[in-house]
Each structure stands twice: as C-alpha cells, then as structure tokens.
C-alpha cells in the first residue's frame, strides 16, 4: 500500500487537531460522508439491507467517538442518525435515508449555510 493511499485511509476528521469546538460538525459530515460510502462501497440492491445494518453499526460507533472526544458536547450529546431504505416514487430503485435527530439536523443546517460550497 502506497503511503499516500495509507494516508487516505486513515485520514478522519476526528483524528484532526481541529476537531474540537466549532469545526467538530464540519469534520463530522465528512466522516460521516466516508463512512456510508465505504459501508456501502460493495453493496448490490439484493444486500443493501445487510449493508445497511452494518452502516448502522457505523454511524453509532462515529457518533459516540465524537462523544468519547468531547468534540462539541452541545451538538453530539444525546443526538442519533438512524439509517433506513427507502423507495425512489420515479424509478423505484432503493434510497438510503438518514433520519436525523432534530438538534443534530438543525446544527447541520445552520453550519451549511455558514460555509458555502468550495469555501472552507
């Protein structure tokens, strides 16, 4: 393995010296972005719902880290995300929906429009 392909392995948001405080939900949506991508990275439509439990699994485990870290205990604390699968109403094809706490999704929201795409 390439160091550069080790480095992208293990490059997560919460291992930052930044994480803690205001960026904590910014490093967060990209760890949580990594994590259902490489949950699903190998799925096909007849094992989602294997790959979805195990996505689950996942999430908790990237959710109580922030916690452990104390990264921002007024945006983590007590929050969840909760996967499920949903129907496409055009195409029918499956969706992974994330169903998130209403704290930890008005955080997200307020943090989106502070930070306009392509400008960190």
């Known amino acids: 393995m390439t160091e550069k392909a080790q480095h992208e392995i293990s490059s997560w948001g919460y291992e930052h010296p930044s994480v803690k405080g205001p960026n904590a939900l910014m490093f967060f949506t990209w760890d949580l972005s990594k994590t259902i ?3 699903f990275k190998n799925a096909t439509e007849d094992t989602l ?3 979805l439990m195990q996505a689950q699994k996942s ?3 990237l959710l109580q880290k922030y916690i452990d870290i104390e990264a921002d205990p007024e945006t983590f604390d007590g929050q969840s995300i909760i996967l499920r699968l ?3 109403e055009d195409s ?3 969706l992974i929906a994330l169903q998130t706490s209403p704290h930890l999704e008005d955080r997200i929201i307020k943090m989106q429009s ?3 795409p392509g400008h960190g």
């Open 37 to 39: 991508e490489n949950a």
């Open 49 to 51: 719902d294997y790959y």
């Open 59 to 61: 999430i908790d485990d």
């Open 86 to 88: 949903e129907q496409n």
């Open 92 to 94: 029918k094809t499956p």
């Open 114 to 116: 502070r930070v306009k």
